[in-house]
């Protein structure tokens, strides 16, 4: 056992005595004396996670996975691996590598007589695999090698490798240096091993090592996970995009995926619209997928706040030369109450249609390929590549997805139901008499009815956008829109009046179900979800819309900062969790009768309470995501932000 206590800022430089020549015997011994430490610490668990989350992921292939355990030993690593496949029904080729024969016969004879594992005995730079390996794996086998040559060693697992290699090794600090002296010497392993393993720990990895050493072979910091499990684990991952990839998304058929692009965008509205523009400003590659064949309207209340006119702005659209009407003020009314407050703004109200249309434009503009009328079916993960079944039988592979659906859920990737979501939406266009459009004008009028609430407003053309949300049970009991329009207006004066001569320009009504209110985007994934996939605030705050835009905005910003799906997730939640709150909280209590009946009194007893709601619900100023100079200057459109 090493008698000096090493310094654990740098790996040592230190011989382990199992590297050195001994007996058959005496190596069969400290073999099994490690094997069993890696029962007792739970040693094959970090690899075999990292398995379950591969498969869940890949599509059934055409043969067998290949697994490839470089530095096997005793071989316990790939036993395991052989009882996980068995029992997921997985197809295995499982082949142990090591260069000491001695390691291979004392494996093989360890080894169940129904075992099919394949053991070869040689130095793993001389090695030719006879067959493409799927995936390279190693466990404790890292540290026995200078840092030039685990270089060396990463880069011979990218060219061999064709899904992905993972490295389970230790991690080098004082505690389980000294707790495996210990531990060693009181249940009595080989010397052999007392002295080596913590000549191991020390000889072992801190994450910058890892970070430093891939670096030296190519692999950027999005390339690799480098992940810590206890006791004294530090391993690193990595998936492999691909070439041409065999899918089995279509069930029970193989798809071929010839086509590839860098960036998939699903969806071509406000988030979908603004991410592309803002990838495709920074050089990237990007192909845009929009269901619709041409503009169309949507289910949204049409109201731009500060936040979201800023960001339409940085992406060369300026909402006033499409029409965009004016907000100064908020009314609120219930039954024959109404209440008004001068809002601590100055908003903007314009359709989806103008805006949608007019953002999807500039994407195009801005290089990315926007193919219309394109609908994704299925989304499935091969490796680090994503599989996009079109409707029609075509798919496509994509290094990365950024999810903007809005609030139509991909098949398979569906959003949590929220914290209120038993809501339905309407949307349809009016057009006012030319009093009530005068009497409506730089006003958004929100009123309240038994389960529900919605918003009036004008856009372009003096159009009047009349959206509400109401409880499903609520509608069932109206029988549908019609009743329910009918009782709304018995309910609320203010709204019968703006509506009394009013012609509908739609022969029905848009409608959408359901909305998950409260959602919020959390947790591990591996799609950048922007827009109403990442996060879906109470309508009545006016945020939908520069929620949606911030989305994109922040996403594009950390995906080239070489920042991950999960850091974007937690910062967005982060930014977002108070304001979406203090909405779902209101939000709930406005539907409520006793809400109903006391919203109207309190805010006239208090009407700077409506213009505390308005502003705890925006996004805090400090988080908006401001284009870098290049990025600003290749923006189309830009002259228009320096005029």
């Not at 053991?119 to 001389?126: D, E, G, I, R």
């Not at 692009?261 to 509205?269: A, P, Q, R, T």
Request: glycine fraction near 8%; aromatic fraction near 8%; proline fraction near 5%.
């Amino acid at each position: 056992m090493p008698h000096n206590t090493p310094d654990f800022r740098y790996r040592a430089q230190l011989t382990e005595r199992m590297d050195e020549p001994c007996s058959r015997d005496q190596l069969r011994a400290c073999l099994r004396d490690i094997a069993r430490t890696n029962r007792w610490t739970m040693a094959y668990r970090p690899l075999l996670h990292w398995l379950d989350n591969l498969t869940t992921d890949l599509p059934p292939l055409v043969e067998s996975l290949r697994i490839l355990d470089v530095g096997s030993g005793y071989g316990d690593g790939l036993r395991r691996i052989e009882q996980w496949a068995k029992a997921r029904g997985i197809a295995v080729e499982l082949t142990g590598l090591d260069l000491n024969p001695d390691a291979t016969a004392i494996a093989a004879e360890a080894s169940p007589a129904a075992s099919k594992i394949q053991w070869v005995s040689a130095n793993v730079f001389a090695y030719k695999p006879p067959k493409p390996v799927d995936l390279v794996v190693s466990s404790l086998f890292t540290h026995h090698l200078g840092d030039d040559d685990i270089v060396r060693f990463l880069r011979w697992m990218e060219v061999h490798a064709e899904i992905g290699w993972f490295i389970n090794d230790l991690s080098r600090a004082a505690i389980p240096y000294h707790v495996f002296r210990v531990f060693s010497k009181l249940i009595g392993l080989h010397p052999f091993v007392q002295y080596d393993g913590p000549v191991s720990v020390a000889r072992s990895f801190v994450r910058e090592d890892w970070q430093a050493m891939c670096a030296a072979a190519g692999l950027g910091t999005r390339d690799t996970l480098i992940e810590s499990f206890r006791p004294a684990r530090l391993c690193v991952a990595r998936r492999k995009p691909a070439g041409p990839i065999v899918s089995a998304i279509k069930e029970g058929a193989v798809v071929i995926a010839p086509r590839q692009v860098d960036h998939l965008v699903i969806g071509g509205g406000l988030a979908g619209s603004m991410v592309a523009i803002r990838l495709a400003a920074a050089g990237r590659r990007v192909t845009l997928f929009e269901r619709e064949r041409a503009a169309h309207h949507k289910v949204c209340g049409e109201f731009l706040s500060p936040e979201a006119v800023e960001y339409v702005r940085q992406a060369g659209v300026e909402p006033l030369d499409l029409g965009a009407a004016t907000i100064r003020f908020l009314r609120l009314s219930s039954k024959r109450r109404v209440v008004e407050a001068a809002l601590p703004f100055t908003a903007l109200s314009l359709s989806r249609y103008a805006l949608d249309e007019s953002l999807l434009s500039r994407a195009a503009e801005s290089g990315c390929n926007v193919e219309r009328g394109v609908f994704v079916e299925k989304l499935a993960m091969h490796g680090q590549m994503a599989i996009a079944q079109l409707r029609g039988g075509e798919s496509l592979s994509a290094r990365t997805v950024f999810l903007a659906s809005g609030k139509h859920d991909l098949r398979g990737w569906e959003r949590s139901a929220g914290n209120q979501a038993d809501f339905i939406g309407f949307k349809l266009h009016w057009q006012l008499t030319v009093a009530q459009t005068e009497s409506l004008r730089e006003l958004m009028e929100i009123f309240l009815f038994p389960g529900g609430y919605g918003g009036l407003s004008l856009v372009e053309g003096d159009a009047a956008n009349l959206c509400l949300v109401v409880r499903r049970a609520v509608l069932r009991k109206k029988a549908g829109w019609t009743g329910l329009l009918t009782g709304i207006l018995d309910e609320n004066r203010l709204l019968r009046q703006r509506l009394h001569g009013a012609k509908a320009l739609w022969e029905r009504p848009l409608a959408i179900s359901p909305i998950p209110y409260g959602y919020l985007a959390a947790g591990s994934s591996i799609l950048w979800r922007v827009g109403d996939q990442a996060a879906v605030i109470p309508s009545f705050t006016g945020d939908g819309m520069s929620i949606a835009l911030h989305s994109a905005a922040l996403a594009a910003r950390m995906y080239l900062a070489g920042e991950s799906v999960d850091e974007y997730h937690r910062a967005l939640g982060a930014q977002l969790s108070r304001g979406m709150s203090v909405a779902t909280w209101v939000s709930r209590a406005m539907v409520t009768t006793a809400g109903r009946e006391l919203t109207p009194f309190a805010l006239s007893l208090f009407p700077n309470a409506m213009q505390w709601i308005a502003a705890s619900t925006r996004i805090p100023g400090q988080a908006i995501v401001k284009p870098t100079p290049l990025q600003l200057t290749e923006l189309p459109g830009y002259a228009i932000q320096r005029e």
